[in-house]
Each structure stands twice: as structure tokens, then as C-alpha cells.
């Protein structure tokens, strides 16, 4: 039976609350059917609206924050807080995901509570302690968030890692599934750091990914190579996964067919790829003893505008080391680099890998052989770009350090055009340096003669 508007048998908050709102109504109306504005009306309707949010509140779930106490199985070792999304690290112990993934991603390599070294940084979901607190959450009214809507720090829901994990297992299966899944990872991989990062999580994330390309190299169909080298050069730009990504077996060798076949954006992506894996000095190294110069020297040699500047970045990126400059000379990279630079193709940027090469003594010997030194005093006499002058200078210095036969064409040049005579006055300080220095060889060589 219904009385002022409430019915018989409702529980006492909820007559609260309706007697509330019927208030807030009353109130509304005066103030608005009211001519002039009565600051008690008003003050009386704040009143009503807190008190009504107030019991609104009492009558919520407690939330997930509650300061109820909790067993300590429940607790997570790094937050002090019950755990959402319990996982277990390789030592055994069980963190609450977010916590442990910043702890990993900070680059330690430790159980927090163990200080073991862990053998890897795969996290299992502990599905017996997350049923327990559930239940304990469900018999103590408190309310945990949906584990599917649940973020880590990363941004990533539990959807999304499952999404993950059914896309690499679509690797695996026909090739109209391995080519969905294969764009798919590469599209989410660029967008999504998080996505990166789950890479470096299972060991057999980054075969599985490899799987169709492992198969069969000769089959592969080109827009699936494409995706999946794509997808590597994404995971490649995640900083923790460097080391991950080229110590993987299958990584390098396959990166190398790709240089050497597929589409051009393949072959570039693939060049970009080892350019950026190579900031570590131990992929240098890695990547070097693969065989990886040659084939970025045939790919310079073919001279594709859409390749040159990821080719050209791995080339100087590699070549930071000494044994990779011998193994670039010995591919041919002076005489490339040199017929580019002559059809003035990336001259900026092949300058700066020449001027690298130009330490060893094999490389230098082959600069004055292939014509280099007119090459290089044209540049410095039209060029705009100092940093290239630089370069140029520095080159030049070298060759003619190495090869007395040459002084004569920079003498020719410097009486003609005064060109080391400018560059010790306006060059960087770096280029004028050197410019000096080739300017008092000349004069002790004028004077040796005149002294003769």
C-alpha cells in the first residue's frame, strides 16, 4: 500500500531518498517560480542536494580502496595494497601486475622480495589467490573494478592481452589468418607503446611472430614479410626490448632476406630496423659479425630514394665500431658511398659515414684511388652546409697525410680558388683546424723547395 508517494515495505534509505528528491522538486520550483531569489530557498536546496549525495554514497559497495583490514596473502609485496590482477613472477612470488611490470620495466632483473635473478620475465596469472579475494571482496562488500576494464600503468586491459596472445597464435595458422593477424600486430605495435613492451614479456612472443617467415623464405607472400619486418622495426624502437629482439635466433638472418628481397619498403624497413637496434654497441657488434654491411651496401649501390636514409643511418650507426668499418670497406661501401656522393645523392649524410671510414687505412687508399680529392674541394668551395665542409676537410686532411701524389691538386685548388684558405676562416672550429694544418704542410713543402 502506497503512502506519500512511497511504497509500504521500502528499505529506510530508500524512503530517505525519495523523500529527498521530492524536497529537492519543491525547492526547485520555488526558486523558479519565485520573482526574487530567496537565499534561504537556496541555501536549503545545497542542503538537500548533499544530503542526498551523502546517502547516495552510504548506500555504494565499499570501494576498492577500503581501509577493511585484508589478509596478508592478499597484499602485494611492492604496493602494500590488495592485488587486482595477481600474477607470479619465475621465483614463485605472486605481484600485483602493475607493480611488478614498472619494477621490470625500470630494468631490474630481480624478485623484489627474493633478490633472486629471474631466468625470465614471463607473469602467470595466479588464478587461485584472484578467486580468493574475490571472494573475500564479495563476502566483505567490497567492489572490484571489471579485471576486463582494469588498466595497468601501461594502458593495457586484460582484452588487450588476450588480443595479444590470439594474435600471435593466428601466426601459426593458414596464411590468410597469418597475413590478418600480421597487420594487425604491426598497426597496433605502432600505436600502442604497451604493445611493445608485451613483446618483452614471453620468450616465445617474438618466434611465434617469426613462425611464417621461418617456414618457408622462398613462399612468403611479399605483404606479409612486409608486416611482420614492420613489426620488428616497432618492437625494435622500445628501448628494453633492443637486446631482446636481436639476441632472438631467427631476428638477424630474417632481417637480411628482407634487405635482399621484398617490397622496397620491406628492404627499408628493414635497413631502419637495424639502424635503430643498433644503438646498443653489443647489437653493433652483433649485427656486424652477421653479414648485415653487404647487403646494406648493395641496397645503397641501387640508390632508392625510399631506402637511402634508413640505409645511410645504419650504415654511420654501425660503422661506430672499428671492425664493422674494416667489414664495410671490404663490401664496398667507399666506392657506393663515392658514386653517390658524386651524383649528389644524400651528400650530407654520406659525407659524415666517408668521414668515419676515413680511419682506416684501406678505405683512405681507396678514396684517393676513386677520384675523391676534386670531389671533396668542389663540395667545400659550392656547398652551403658546414657540417659537410667539415667532413670534406677532415677527408681531404687524411688522404693527403696518406698520399703525398695528392698535394698538388689541393695546391692547384688553393691558388686557383683560395678554397682552405676560406675554410680556415669561416669553417667550424673542427674544420678549421684541419684546414690550417693542411694549409702549413703546403707552406713547409713551398718552403723545402725554395730551400733546395
Known amino acids: 500500500m502506497a503512502k506519500n508517494g512511497v ?14 528528491k521530492r524536497e529537492l522538486q519543491r525547492l526547485v520550483k520555488a526558486i523558479l517560480s519565485e520573482d526574487d531569489i530567496n537565499v534561504d530557498t537556496i541555501d536549503k536546496t545545497h542542503q538537500t542536494l548533499f544530503a542526498l549525495k551523502d546517502l ?3 548506500q555504494r559497495p565499499s570501494s576498492f580502496n577500503s581501509h577493511l583490514p585484508f589478509p596478508d596473502e592478499f597484499r602485494c609485496p611492492l604496493s602494500k595494497e590488495l592485488m587486482r590482477d595477481p600474477v607470479i613472477l619465475a621465483t614463485g612470488q605472486t605481484y600485483d601486475r602493475p607493480f611488478i611490470q614498472k619494477w621490470l620495466k625500470a630494468g631490474n632483473r630481480t624478485c623484489p622480495r627474493t633478490h633472486q635473478v629471474l631466468s625470465h620475465t614471463i607473469l602467470t596469472p595466479n588464478h587461485l589467490i584472484q578467486e580468493m579475494i574475490s571472494q573475500w571482496c564479495k563476502n566483505n562488500g567490497i567492489q572490484l573494478p571489471d579485471s576486463v576494464q582494469y588498466l595497468n600503468d601501461e594502458g593495457l586491459t586484460e582484452a588487450d592481452r588476450d588480443l595479444f596472445f590470439s594474435l600471435l597464435e593466428r601466426m601459426s595458422s593458414t596464411l590468410s589468418d597469418q597475413k590478418v593477424a600480421a597487420r594487425e600486430l604491426r598497426l597496433l605495435t605502432k600505436k600502442m607503446p604497451s604493445f611493445r613492451a608485451l613483446f618483452g614479456e614471453s620468450t616465445d612472443a617474438i618466434p611465434q611472430l617469426l613462425r611464417p617467415l621461418s617456414q618457408s623464405n622462398s613462399n612468403v607472400h611479399p605483404n606479409l614479410q612486409e608486416d611482420i619486418v614492420t613489426t620488428l622495426l616497432n618492437l625494435s624502437i622500445h628501448d628494453n626490448n633492443k ?8 631476428v638477424i638472418p630474417l632481417l637480411l632476406d628482407a634487405l635482399r628481397s621484398g617490397t622496397i619498403e620491406t628492404r627499408s624497413n628493414a635497413a631502419a630496423a637495424l639502424f635503430t637496434l643498433s644503438a646498443l654497441d653489443s647489437n653493433k657488434e652483433l649485427i656486424g659479425k652477421s653479414g ?35 667489414r664495410a670497406v671490404r663490401d664496398g661501401a667507399v666506392r657506393a658511398i663515392l658514386k653517390k656522393i658524386m651524383s649528389n645523392v644524400h651528400v650530407d649524410e654520406l659525407l659524415a659515414i666517408l668521414a668515419m671510414l676515413s680511419n682506416n687505412q684501406k678505405a683512405v687508399e681507396e678514396m684517393g684511388d676513386l677520384g ?47 678554397t682552405i684558405s676560406e675554410l680556415a676562416q669561416n669553417g667550424t672550429a673542427r674544420a678549421k683546424r684541419k684546414a690550417n694544418s693542411i694549409l702549413d704542410r703546403l707552406n713547409k713543402a713551398v718552403n723545402l723547395t725554395h730551400t733546395a
Do not use: H
Not at 530508500?14 to 523523500?19: F, G, M, P, R, V
Open 243 to 250: 637486446k631482446l629482439v636481436a639476441e632472438t635466433p631467427k
Open 56 to 58: 547516495n554514497l552510504k
Open 292 to 326: 648485415a654491411l653487404k647487403p646494406l651496401v648493395e641496397l645503397l649501390n641501387e640508390g632508392n630514394p625510399v631506402a637511402m636514409k634508413d640505409v645511410a643511418s645504419a650504415l654511420f650507426s654501425l660503422c661506430i665500431i672499428q671492425d664493422n668499418k674494416a
Open 7 to 20: 511504497v509500504e515495505g521500502d528499505p529506510p534509505t530508500a524512503t530517505a531518498t525519495a523523500e529527498l
Open 372 to 418: 675523391a680529392v676534386p670531389c671533396l674541394l668542389n663540395i667545400i668551395r659550392e656547398s652551403s652546409c658546414a657540417r659537410s665542409k667539415e667532413n670534406c676537410i677532415a677527408v681531404l686532411y687524411t688522404i693527403c697525410c696518406c698520399d703525398r701524389t695528392k698535394w698538388k691538386t689541393i695546391r692547384d685548388e688553393e691558388k686557383t680558388y683560395g
